[in-house]
């Protein structure tokens, strides 16, 4: 059971056990231009079989259609028509939230050995460590799309990475959300990989890369190390969780600010933190009374 204290809407940990959730590293590609593959932020893409298809789909037309690429950051609203307006073909290219997704194209030449691995991730040393994403395979014509899932607890060198669980076949036309157990990570710096690896059949679509924490906060054992903010993702309004006497909520302020550090929008304790006006995308909430800060990010829908 949790106790808890009101002051406006932002909940502090109780002294009795409550269960928590931080999250470590989140990503849902909003941020990136469309149709790049390449300066994805921190992502690594790498082609390994050198055999990456160089054409686009039928009908439709995108930036860097013609390139060899291994993943692609891809808005199936700003191809030429949207893709998803085209009805002769059996597939569905929505995404699952806001607008973009990364995106691996089929191979004429062997399997597909299409690598997309995340930034360095810190685990921390404590609770229970969760990575999910949600995969689709856009095409009910060829709906046998498969993949890897590793992780690599030095580099982005491919000999680093070690497979989790056995190869995966993605479900057609319907977002399917995977969960991982890092708790054998506890304490390391990882990379976390997908690999696709299908043998010359459409496409594989990637989204919403979400590492989380899972604490129990308890009398001695305040565990909290970032923020808890939910909803998340959020639309419009979002509420805040802190371990009680962290702060002094008389002096307490919150600053959201985008991933280049610049400030957008500034509150202080308030009923709840409404951010409608903001646009799609990752951003910093961080609480501060002068003394104590802490952190967090959130996804605005």
């Known amino acids: 059971m949790k106790k808890s204290l009101l002051i406006g809407s932002v909940l502090f940990l109780g002294l009795t056990a409550?269960?928590?959730?931080?999250?470590?590293?989140?990503?849902?590609?909003?941020?990136?231009?469309?149709?790049?593959?390449?300066?994805?932020?921190?992502?690594?893409?790498?082609?390994?079989?050198?055999?990456?298809?160089?054409?686009?789909?039928a009908d439709v037309t995108f930036p860097n259609q013609d390139v060899m690429t291994?993943?692609?950051?891809?808005?199936?609203?700003?191809?030429?028509?949207?893709?998803?307006?085209?009805?002769?073909?059996?597939?569905?290219?929505?995404?699952q939230n806001?607008?973009?997704?990364?995106?691996?194209?089929?191979?004429?030449?062997?399997?597909?050995?299409?690598?997309?691995?995340?930034?360095?991730?810190?685990?921390?040393?404590?609770?229970?460590?969760?990575?999910?994403?949600?995969?689709?395979?856009?095409?009910?014509?060829?709906?046998?799309?498969?993949?890897?899932?590793?992780?690599?607890?030095?580099?982005?060198?491919?000999?680093?990475?070690?497979?989790?669980?056995?190869?995966?076949?993605?479900?057609a036309k319907e977002w399917i959300t995977y969960d991982y157990d890092l708790n054998a990570y506890a304490g390391e710096s990882v990379y976390l990989a997908v690999e696709y690896t299908s043998d010359n059949i459409f496409a594989l679509l990637v989204d919403d890369f979400l590492v989380t924490q899972e604490v129990t906060a308890g009398t001695n054992d305040i565990s909290l190390k970032n923020l808890y903010i939910y909803p998340n993702p959020v639309k419009e309004e979002f509420n805040i969780v802190y371990p009680e006497g962290k702060f002094n909520t008389a002096n307490l302020k919150i600053k959201i600010s985008d991933l280049s550090g610049r400030t957008v929008k500034g509150f202080g304790v308030q009923d709840q933190y409404n951010i409608s006006d903001l646009s799609k995308g990752v951003y910093v909430v961080e609480a501060t009374d002068g003394k104590q800060t802490m952190s967090g990010r959130i996804i605005k829908k």
């Open 70 to 95: 291994s993943w692609i950051v891809f808005n199936p609203l700003n191809t030429t028509p949207p893709i998803d307006d085209i009805t002769a073909y059996d597939w569905n290219f929505t995404a």
């Open 98 to 171: 806001g607008e973009k997704y990364m995106l691996a194209k089929f191979s004429f030449q062997g399997p597909n050995k299409d690598w997309l691995i995340s930034p360095q991730i810190e685990l921390p040393a404590d609770g229970v460590l969760n990575w999910q994403f949600k995969v689709k395979a856009p095409s009910g014509f060829f709906p046998n799309e498969s993949f890897k899932v590793l992780v690599s607890t030095t580099d982005t060198d491919l000999s680093s990475f070690t497979e989790i669980g056995s190869e995966v076949t993605a479900v």
């Open 18 to 57: 409550a269960n928590a959730q931080n999250i470590i590293f989140e990503d849902d590609f909003e941020s990136y231009d469309d149709f790049i593959y390449e300066n994805v932020g921190d992502w690594t893409l790498v082609s390994e079989d050198g055999n990456s298809d160089n054409t686009g789909f």
